[in-house]
C-alpha cells in the first residue's frame, strides 16, 4: 500500500485558535483527518508528524529515505522560508513531495514569498485553507502514478 507522510512544522499545533482569518478554524487534527480520507480513498496510508523542533522533522526526513514512505507533503510553517537544514534534508529524498500552505503565502508579508523548498519539491499547493489537503494528497498520488512500479 502506498504511503504518505505528512509533516506539520511549528505553530501549526496551534490550528483552530491560530489567526482563523489567515488559517481557517480547523484544528490539527481536523486538517490530517481529511488528509488521511483522501489517503484511504486512493488506497494510500498517511502517517502523520507535527514537531516544533527543526531537528525532529530533519530526522524524519532522513527516516523516510529507508522507511517505505512513497511521498510526503509538507506544511512546515516559518521553516518554509529559511530552513536550508530543511531543504537539504528534501532535496536527499527520491520521493515525490507536495509543499502544502492553508494560507497564499504569496498575499502576505514579503518573506513569505520566499521558500526555500519550493525548489527541492515537485510542486505547491497554497492559499486553499483546509481545502489543500485533499489537494495534496490527490497530487501526491499522482506523481506516484505518474512514475510508475
Ligand atoms: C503557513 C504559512 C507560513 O508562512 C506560516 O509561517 C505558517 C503557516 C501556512 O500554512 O499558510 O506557519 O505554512
Redesign the pocket.
Known amino acids: 500500500m502506498t504511503q504518505i507522510l505528512l509533516l506539520h512544522?511549528?505553530?501549526?499545533s496551534q490550528l483552530g485558535s491560530r489567526d482563523p482569518a489567515?488559517?481557517g478554524t480547523a484544528t490539527l487534527d481536523e486538517v490530517v483527518t481529511v488528509a488521511r480520507e483522501q489517503a484511504r480513498a486512493g488506497a494510500a496510508t498517511l502517517e502523520h508528524l507535527q514537531t516544533e523542533h527543526e531537528g525532529e522533522m530533519v530526522s524524519r526526513l532522513h527516516l523516510a529515505r529507508t522507511d517505505g514512505t512513497d511521498a510526503v507533503i509538507i506544511?512546515?510553517?516559518?521553516?518554509?522560508?529559511y530552513s536550508y537544514a530543511l531543504r537539504d534534508a528534501l532535496e536527499m529524498l527520491d520521493a515525490p513531495k507536495v509543499e502544502?500552505?492553508?494560507?497564499?503565502?504569496h498575499a502576505?508579508e514579503s518573506f513569505?514569498s520566499t521558500s526555500v523548498l519550493t525548489a527541492v519539491c515537485d510542486g505547491v499547493i497554497?492559499?486553499f485553507g483546509i481545502a489543500g489537503y485533499p489537494l495534496a494528497v490527490r497530487a501526491a498520488i499522482d506523481l506516484l502514478d505518474r512514475r510508475g512500479p
Open positions: 512544522g511549528p505553530n501549526l489567515q488559517y506544511n512546515a510553517g516559518a521553516w518554509t522560508h502544502l500552505h492553508l494560507s497564499n503565502v502576505r513569505r497554497a492559499g
